[in-house]
């Protein structure tokens, strides 16, 4: 099956920098990852995806890239905010249509 | 919008009793997806429903059970308890019907094993 690893499992960035995140998946047929902000007694919440076809997409200060050839795919935050400190997982979709997650980023913005 | 309801929210419960959890699905969602979250870490999945008929199964004990019912609803009912078994419980839903492969999680049902 899918195995999906995901770095750094911590994170400290000041207000204002950027914060990227990594992972890596094993099975090349995997064709659908997102990326989930899990905040403190909450569930994951979807806050970008991307699909095999494409190689970027951005929404506002979040954007995720995706290199098939090298199966990795990376979460960049800009201009960090506060709010946005939360643990991040990714994951990657097989094509029995499950989900593997990363193992989480717990990511701090500081004042 | 309407998100993915589970009740209840926070469940104690003693060694070797039951607990049954709760999942209500996205209006026009088929698929339910029930993960475990011990803390810290990422979620594990336990089991999956496609209409009504179990589709996935992960790491889930042979204490547990679930089912999903006519109107999609689905519960997880954990038999024999353990202290191992406190966590969070996520409860997702997909439309799998056009695959496109979202997930949408509920807020979770703590369980507290005393």
């Known amino acids: 099956g899918e195995n999906v690893e995901q770095h750094p499992s911590t994170l400290s960035v000041q207000e204002g920098d950027s914060a990227v995140i990594k992972c890596t998946y094993s099975d090349s047929a995997s064709n659908y990852f997102p990326w989930y902000k899990q905040e403190l007694g909450k569930g994951p919440q979807l806050i970008i995806d991307i699909r095999s076809n494409v190689g970027e997409k951005k929404d506002q200060r979040i954007a995720v890239t995706l290199n098939k050839t090298a199966k990795h795919f990376s979460l960049h935050i800009t201009e960090t905010q506060p709010e946005d400190s939360a643990v991040y997982f990714c994951a990657a979709i097989d094509t029995g249509n499950q989900f593997y997650f990363g193992t989480g980023t717990s990511l701090t913005v500081i004042p | 919008a309407a998100g993915v309801i589970q009740s209840p929210r926070h469940l104690i419960k003693e060694k070797r009793e039951t607990a049954t959890l709760k999942c209500y699905p996205i209006?026009?969602?088929?698929?339910v997806y029930w993960y475990q979250q011990g803390p810290g870490q990422d979620p594990q999945f336990l089991i999956s429903?496609?209409?009504?008929?179990?589709?996935d199964k992960g790491s889930i004990p042979d204490r547990f059970s679930a089912q999903q019912f006519s109107d999609y609803h689905s519960e997880l009912n954990m038999s024999s308890l353990e202290l191992g078994d406190s966590a969070l419980y996520f409860c997702a839903s997909s439309p799998r019907t056009g695959n496109t492969g979202e997930l949408f999680f509920g807020e979770g049902s703590r369980l507290t094993v005393l």
């Open positions: 209006p026009r969602h088929d698929t």
């Open positions: 429903f496609y209409e009504k008929m179990q589709s």
